[in-house]
T-cell receptor, first 114, second 113 residues
């Protein structure tokens, strides 16, 4: 299994540009989520999904959209990039949520917005 | 937000010594998890302890949970250089309907050879 994969690894955007961060998992996990990590801080939840067709907002959803059309994929869209969105983005997945399963993390995407 | 707080923020010890990190949280939880992050990498799950458990072991790791004090500790025994990383606690918040893990800011552990 490849686990959780994220593309791209690095990205530089200009203010106002849009882009999609890709996330895929091959473990048939129901639950997927996106976090951002800023220097000296823990991870903050952006959006999450408990299954295909179901998404919900986390702590910091503004400026981001998600969709979950398949079990495997959970892309994160930046609608109009701002310098405040400069961060490292992590995608994670787990089997179920309600039974407290561990989360598997991707390697991250480092995004810089100028 | 109901964020876990790790203490200390940074810890530097000699190889072979034990390392202890603490985590405090604010609300009732279903479980608490510890993760490790090597520099520039994603997080790796270490151990999960449920709210009805008090202690759990995994290899050189020992985790305790005191729900009355809303705190947890992670002990790494006989530390190795490869243990150098940041360690995060994450709480699975109970009854919020939000289905999320809330992460603390982490403890940066350095093992000196």
């Amino acid at each position: 299994n490849a686990g959780v994969t994220q593309t791209p690894k690095f990205q530089v955007l200009k203010t106002g540009q849009s882009m999609t961060l890709q996330c895929a998992q091959d473990m048939n996990h129901e639950y997927m989520s996106w976090y951002r990590q800023d220097p000296g801080m823990g991870l903050r939840l952006i959006h999450y999904s408990v299954g295909a067709g179901i998404t919900d907002q986390g702590e910091v959803p503004n400026g981001y959209n998600v969709s979950r059309s398949t079990t495997e994929d959970f892309p994160l869209r930046l609608l109009s990039a701002a310098p405040s969105q400069t961060s490292v983005y992590f995608c994670a997945s787990s089997y179920r949520w309600d039974r407290g399963y561990e989360q598997y993390f991707g390697p991250g995407t480092r995004l810089t917005v100028t | 937000s109901q964020q876990g707080e790790e203490d200390p923020q940074a810890l530097s010890i000699q190889e072979g010594e034990n390392a202890t990190m603490n985590c405090s949280y604010k609300t009732s939880i279903n479980n608490l998890q510890w993760y490790r992050q090597n520099s520039g990498r994603g997080l790796v799950h270490l151990i999960l302890i449920r709210s009805n458990e008090r202690e759990k072991h995994s290899g050189r790791l020992r985790v305790t949970l005191d729900t009355s004090k809303k705190s947890s500790s992670l002990l790494i025994t006989a530390s190795r250089a490869a243990d150098t990383a940041s360690y995060f606690c994450a709480t699975d918040v109970r009854g919020q309907g939000a289905q999320k893990l809330v992460f603390g800011q982490g403890t940066r552990l350095t093992i000196n050879p």
